[in-house]
T-cell receptor, first 118, second 116 residues
Framework: AQKVTQAQTEISVVEKEDVTLDCVYE???????LFWYKQPPSGELVFLIR??????QNEISGRYSWNFQKSTSSFNFTITASQVVDSAVYFC???????????????FGQGTILTVHP | DADVTQTPRNRITKTGKRIMLECSQT?????MYWYRQDPGLGLRLIYY???????NKGEISDGYSVSRQAQAKFSLSLESAIPNQTALYFC???????????????FGPGTRLLVL
């Protein structure tokens, strides 16, 4: 069974600090996808990134970067020079083929609440 | 305009009442999903639909039912609401042309439901 663990329940930083959100996953599949979503205080879920299990290259998008390491089953998310607008709940999620049905069942971690203080 | 819309955005109801949450999408996706979010538990899948005639239970379907009226519309019903169904409900869509696990799910704005 697939599982996603976000051990950090809450993180509090001061603006301009760098912050890393941890995500550890469990899966038996060799082909799977990892996602990060952001949930700002307004409540909607915003898709940030999708990564497949065959691509371990790190990805950078502006102040956001993602570090995927299959050896440790981790897909960590770093925000550089954090800003108040980064305050949100961040969810890591895992998708794998469900017995050949071609449906990617999305399993979410519990979420990490990030608060960036001015 | 938003690609995935949910109505209502907020709802207060009483125990035992039947309520319906609606989801519409303009993304042209064939797959739709209903999740609920509870504090500390992340999001859990209630039902999902591959197309109009294909509806499947998720991990927490008890007490819920769904209807896929058209490719663009997917509604969630609570037949007899109870207080532990108080939660934030999300609808999501994905495109099977990006088939399998790599499909990205796009979420609606959510519906906050309070059952008294």
């Amino acid at each position: 069974a697939q599982k996603v663990t976000q051990a950090q329940t809450e993180i509090s930083v001061v603006e301009k600090e760098d912050v890393t959100l941890d995500c550890v996953y469990e899966t038996r599949d060799t082909t799977y996808y990892l996602f990060w979503y952001k949930q700002p205080p307004s409540g909607e879920l915003v898709f940030l990134i999708r990564r497949n299990s065959f691509d371990e290259q790190n990805e950078i998008s502006g102040r956001y970067s993602w570090n995927f390491q299959k050896s440790t089953s981790s897909f960590n998310f770093t925000i550089t020079a954090s800003q108040v607008v980064d305050s949100a709940v961040y969810f890591c999620a895992l998708s794998e083929d469900a017995g050949g049905t071609s449906y990617g069942k999305l399993t979410f971690g519990q979420g990490t609440i990030l608060t960036v203080h001015p | 305009d938003a690609d995935v819309t949910q109505t209502p955005r907020n709802r207060i109801t009483k125990t035992g009442k039947r309520i319906m949450l609606e989801c519409s999408q303009t993304k042209g996706h064939d797959r739709m999903y209903w999740y609920r979010q509870d504090p500390g538990l992340g999001l859990r899948l209630i039902y999902y639909s591959f197309d109009v005639k294909d509806i499947n239970k998720g991990e927490i379907s008890d007490g819920y039912s769904v209807s896929r009226q058209a490719q663009a519309k997917f509604s969630l019903s609570l037949e007899s609401a109870i207080p532990n169904q108080t939660a934030l409900y999300f609808c999501a869509t994905s495109d099977s042309r990006n088939g399998g696990a790599k499909e990205t799910q796009y979420f609606g704005p959510g519906t906050r439901l309070l059952v008294l």
